[in-house]
C-alpha cells in the first residue's frame, strides 16, 4: 500500500511540474527598452587637471566644457584661488604629453564602442555616430545640426575624464562622468541620467608627479572610465527578462 501511495504522489508531482514548464513556455517575454539606438557622442578627448589650488566659484559661471564637468563632479573649488589659466595650463600639458606618448587619443571612441558592445550583447540595434561635445545640462543637452535616424532612438552621449583633487588636502585621483539623454526619433525626451566616479586610483600626490607618471595616469583614468559601461547598462538598458 505505501508503494502504492509513494507512486502516486511522485506521479501527481510530475504532473504539476509539467503543467508548470508549460505554462511558463507560453509566457510572453518583456518587451526589450530602447531596441535601437543610435548613439551620438564626443569624439575629441580632452583630459582635464585641476590642480589643489584650482578654479575660485566666482569663475565657474565661465567654465564650459570638461573643465567646468569636473568641478561639479569632484572639486572643492571654493577653497582654492588659483586662475582659469594655471588649469587651462595644466591640462593641456598633461593631455600634451598623453598624446605624445600614445598617439592619437581615441577614449571617447573606445568608450562608445564598448558601450555599443554591451547594447548588443542584450539584442539590441546600435548605431554609433561621432560628434562634437553636446552642451547644456544631462536633462536638456543640445548638439546643433543634430537629426534622428528613422526607427532610432538617440542617446546623446557626453563623456568627460580627468584628473582632480576632491578637497585642498587630497592627491589627485581619477574624476569621469558620463552623461547621457535618451531622445525619441523626433528628438523628444525620453530619459536622461549620469554616472561619475572620483574615489578610485591611481592617485598622485602632485602635479608634477602626475605629468611625470602619465602614462600610468592615463591607463588608470581608462580603467575608471570604461568601469561605469555597466553602470550606464544597468540604469537603462537592462537584459530582456
Not at 555599443?116 to 540595434?125: H, I, K, L, P, S
Request: with cysteine.
Amino acid at each position: 500500500m505505501k508503494r502504492i501511495i509513494s507512486a502516486c504522489a511522485i506521479a501527481t508531482l510530475l504532473v504539476a511540474c509539467g503543467g508548470k514548464s508549460r505554462q511558463v513556455a507560453t509566457e510572453e517575454p518583456e518587451p526589450l527598452s530602447h531596441p535601437r539606438v543610435e548613439i551620438v557622442y564626443n569624439a575629441k578627448s580632452e583630459l582635464g587637471v585641476l590642480d589643489t589650488g584650482a578654479t575660485p566659484t566666482v569663475g565657474l559661471g565661465g567654465l564650459f566644457g570638461p573643465v567646468g564637468v569636473l568641478v561639479a563632479v569632484g572639486v572643492d573649488a571654493a577653497s582654492r584661488n588659483n586662475s582659469l589659466n594655471q588649469v587651462e595650463s595644466r591640462s593641456k600639458r598633461f593631455h600634451q604629453a598623453v598624446q605624445d606618448s600614445s598617439g592619437e587619443l581615441t577614449l571617447h571612441q573606445e568608450y562608445a564602442e564598448r558601450l555599443a558592445d554591451a547594447m548588443r550583447a542584450t539584442g539590441r540595434e546600435v548605431k554609433l555616430t561621432p560628434s562634437e561635445r553636446a552642451t547644456g545640462g544631462p536633462r536638456k543637452m543640445e548638439l546643433a545640426g543634430l537629426t534622428a535616424t528613422p526607427g532610432y532612438e538617440v542617446m546623446l552621449l557626453r563623456i568627460t575624464a580627468g584628473y582632480g583633487a576632491p578637497s585642498l588636502t587630497s592627491d589627485f585621483r581619477p574624476i569621469v562622468s558620463v552623461e547621457y539623454a535618451l531622445r525619441d526619433d523626433k528628438l523628444q525626451p525620453i530619459t536622461w541620467n549620469s554616472v561619475t566616479r572620483n574615489m578610485g586610483g591611481p592617485t598622485y600626490f602632485s602635479y608634477d608627479t602626475l605629468l611625470k607618471e602619465h602614462k600610468a595616469a592615463y591607463e588608470g583614468l581608462r580603467k575608471e572610465l570604461l568601469s561605469t559601461v555597466a553602470r550606464v547598462m544597468s540604469n537603462d538598458f537592462p537584459k530582456q527578462e
